[in-house]
């Protein structure tokens, strides 16, 4: 019994470490930030510096959000985009030994490094190398281990929906490979202004309906039941974010 336990463990681990190194997979990096009382604008500063030093190339650019809701509020989110795993080999220790000598001196708090998988099935409207839009809206999913496949079917059914009604927007989804909850999902969506621009466009169906129509009668209800069903009890959070350009790579003055 011990001997197929520890098998069993040893696959678990092989999978999640082999889950973080697929070459046809694109991954995201993000830290967060709260500045000591008293020295935002001395972290601002710094992180600006060693932003204009070490974060010149589309190899290494990062883009600087800062939470504006919930009790997260101040935090500066930190994101790295468009990761392969031999990224990962690239030396880049004097870049972390400047942080810490020159910025870490003014952080309360920080995540460390957290590694997300981009998944297309579940993505809109993303063009690689765009302009980041000024605002963005974060949901953090928290989901049942043995749920997972509902919450992903219903994710993706959803995009699908959407492309077919015409949505715009961009809505892009994570899910957490390294340090963290492995099951745990986030779906960024993005714009520029709160008042909508867009001409609102007038549809024959629901929003139901066209699900149904194009899954089987049913499986709207059915998907958005399972749905509900797939995440944990606190297992949904909405924060909006605002970019900080100051703090962001090809966007400082």
């Given at each position: 019994?011990?001997?197929?336990?520890?098998?069993?463990?040893?696959?678990?681990?092989?999978?999640?470490?082999?889950?973080?190194?697929?070459?046809?997979?694109?991954?995201?990096?993000?830290?967060?930030?709260?500045?000591?009382?008293?020295?935002?604008?001395?972290?601002?500063?710094?992180a600006?510096?060693?932003?204009?030093?070490?974060?010149k190339?589309?190899?290494?650019?990062?883009?600087?959000?800062?939470?504006?809701?919930g009790?997260?509020?101040?935090?500066?989110?930190?994101?790295?985009?468009?990761?392969?795993?031999?990224?990962?080999?690239?030396?880049?220790?004097?870049?972390?030994?400047?942080?810490?000598?020159?910025?870490a001196?003014?952080?309360?708090?920080?995540?460390?490094?957290?590694?997300?998988?981009?998944?297309?099935?579940?993505?809109?409207?993303?063009?690689?190398?765009?302009?980041?839009?000024?605002?963005?809206?974060?949901?953090?999913?928290?989901?049942?281990?043995?749920?997972?496949?509902?919450?992903?079917?219903?994710?993706?059914r959803?995009?699908?929906?959407?492309?077919k009604?015409?949505?715009?927007?961009t809505?892009?989804?994570?899910?957490?490979?390294?340090?963290?909850?492995?099951?745990?999902?986030?779906?960024?969506?993005?714009?520029?202004?709160f008042?909508?621009?867009?001409?609102?466009?007038?549809?024959?169906?629901?929003?139901?309906?066209?699900?149904?129509?194009?899954?089987?009668?049913?499986?709207?209800?059915?998907?958005n039941?399972?749905?509900?069903?797939?995440?944990?009890?606190?297992?949904?959070?909405?924060?909006?974010?605002?970019?900080?350009?100051?703090?962001?790579?090809?966007?400082?003055?």
């Amino acid at each position: 019994m011990r001997t197929l336990i520890f098998l069993s463990a040893v696959l678990l681990i092989s999978t999640s470490t082999y889950s973080q190194r697929n070459d046809n997979a694109e991954y995201w990096n993000s830290w967060e930030y709260t500045a000591k009382e008293g020295k935002t604008s001395e972290f601002e500063a710094a992180a600006a510096k060693k932003t204009a030093m070490y974060n010149k190339t589309a190899t290494t650019a990062i883009l600087t959000y800062r939470i504006t809701t919930g009790s997260g509020s101040g935090t500066y989110v930190r994101v790295e985009t468009q990761k392969s795993p031999s990224d990962y080999d690239i030396d880049r220790s004097a870049e972390g030994a400047y942080w810490r000598d020159n910025v870490a001196k003014f952080v309360a708090r920080n995540s460390g490094q957290v590694r997300w998988q981009l998944l297309r099935d579940g993505t809109m409207n993303y063009t690689p190398g765009s302009t980041p839009n000024k605002h963005i809206v974060r949901t953090t999913f928290n989901v049942k281990a043995d749920k997972v496949g509902h919450f992903r079917r219903y994710m993706s059914r959803v995009a699908e929906v959407a492309k077919k009604r015409g949505w715009k927007g961009t809505r892009l989804l994570f899910r957490l490979v390294s340090g963290g909850n492995r099951n745990q999902f986030v779906v960024v969506t993005g714009f520029d202004t709160f008042k909508r621009t867009e001409e609102p466009v007038e549809h024959e169906n629901t929003f139901r309906e066209d699900y149904n129509e194009m899954f089987g009668w049913g499986t709207y209800e059915e998907d958005n039941t399972n749905f509900d069903a797939a995440l944990e009890y606190w297992g949904e959070e909405v924060e909006n974010l605002e970019l900080v350009p100051e703090m962001s790579t090809g966007m400082m003055n």
